[in-house]
């Protein structure tokens, strides 16, 4: 995770990218489950550092949409 | 004495000053119904109509926000206006909406209710989190509900006002502080709000008096009452007796007076009648304050907080965002200095999300902060190293503890030198560093600490409660806070000649660098630079050219002979009624 936490930019970026694809993308954190296309419900992940969460992806094209969002994360939100 | 038709009494309340002003005026009363979400049945065939309703009501909220956000980008700047994009990104969130629409089907609720529940729900879990940013998101979501529930209802919100008013409200949000300025404010006087919230922010960008914390204003104030506001110390008269209205116009036009009379002094320097010359410079928070410290005539900024970058921007901001804002200051008051203090984050200043602490003044704030992150303190290095490149830029360090905190800091210096080189850009290969002088460990082994860098600048505020062990913000033992303290002074003096026995000269930062009181003290403890809030500068300049050195040296003598502050508050205001019974002294 992105080390300040998910914010409004890399927020919006990260249901950008996930609308991309067909699949569903739920996002997993404290017993919350927030939809990843969904910008009101990513802005409340803006979370710690270190917090843990839970990607679920699941459609026809699940693995690429999965792929992409890692690799969003992994390029830390292109900051 | 109050004037017969009115039979109101005199209610004087303090809060928080927001934003410096006075103004004399009738109040508005601004009450911002929050809008009831009453929970209704529909009949299955009433579902198309009300989500026909909805669809309308989003749309207006749309065009509303549409509307706040380009005023605001005009009035205040694009990157403060950004907040006003988030409502508008979640207004067209199709899951959002998705779930709205479904579940007015499938409950068979009124709109209304459905939406406040389902944006209630998010705000929710961002209230719940421990961190500052969060918060004004969740109040964001709030506004946003507001705002679609009363398009719902076709409520309109009143924001067209007669006349010119002084606003009284609850709160405000910015969008609320933003649409209003669209009227003759005179000021803003509200029950919440801390000094660093955005309204606060924005009213001050806009030049508008207000006041904030004021616990209950909006229910003792109604529409039409007379009242002043008092920016400079935060306070509210309602109902003001006509002695106070008198006392107060006079204060007003006095204060105008005197920046009249003050603004000659502009492009004079600040040198006493027998030729000391002192380095008068400003403290600034963002960039916008930079026309108004070179209008106040300030030789350069004495203190730059880097920190207010991060209201702003809703992160860290990266090393070229922060390059472009250096060097924005940087060029604008070129050839003159700027000192860049690296992130002083922690304590009671803003930290976003990254720690809960029992006791934050003694915890991780300042250059602890920087130290244990070098990915953070080195964007910041490289991005003030290449603004420097004109070399009008320096670089100091908060909440310095230890000489090892130092060496360490200069060695990321080092390194990020060493990167910028070998990107080959260009930057300041002498930046002068150095450091604040605020917590009592640094202030002891001032002169070693001396030895390593090219200047002290102190930090009086926190050297003074730490040094005295009050916590100014905790009611109990606020009134135990005080910098004329004994063993303040003396400390100061301390540093002073630690300074002076290495070569290196000495400054000062805090509040006490804009007390006219204690300007000829410092000066005459042979204080080299004095960095202030720009709108004090004009008047610290009359002192310091109108006094001598001679004299301020033995005024500093003489009050550091004092045993307590009593007899050094006493002695400044016997010698301030006699040289300057033109300077506003407030009270102590």
Redesign the interface.
Known sequence: MNRYGLHTRPASLLVKIASRYKSDFFIYKDGLEINGKSIIGVMTLAAEQGSRLMLKFNGPDETEACAAVVDLINRGFDE | MTSPETPYRELILKGIPASPGIAIGGAYLFTKEIPRAEERSLRPDEISVEIARLTKAMEKSTRELNKILTFAQQKVGDAKA?IF??QI??LE????LDAIHKRIGKEQKNAEFIVSDE?GK?AH??MA???E??HE?AHD?EDLRNRIIRNLQEEKLISRLEGTVIVVAHSLTPADTMILSRNQILGYATDLGGITSHAALFSRSLKIPAVVGLGDVSRAAETGDQMIIDGYSGTIILHPTAEHIREYEEKREHLLEFEAQLAHLKDLPATTPDGHSIELSANIELAEGLDYVVVQGSQGVGLFRTESLLIDY???P?EEQQYVEYKKIADRIYPNRVIMRSFDIGGDKIA???AEEENPFLGWRGVRVCLDRP?IFMNQLRAILRASSRKNLALMFPMITTLDEVRRAKEYVLKAKGELSARHQRFDDNLPIGVMIEVPAAALSAEQIAGEVNFLSIGSNDLTQYILAVDRGNNLVSPLYHEFEPSVLSTIKHIIDAGHKRNIWVGICGEMAGNPLATPILVGMGMDELSVIPSILPEIKKIIRSLTYAQMQEIARTVLVYTSRREVDAYLSEVFKREFPDIPVEGF
């Open positions: 950004k994009e988030a990104m979640v969130d199709p899951i959002l944006i998010y879990i961002m989190a421990h961190s940013y969060m998101r979501m809703d992160d860290f990266t976003p999300s990254m990915d």
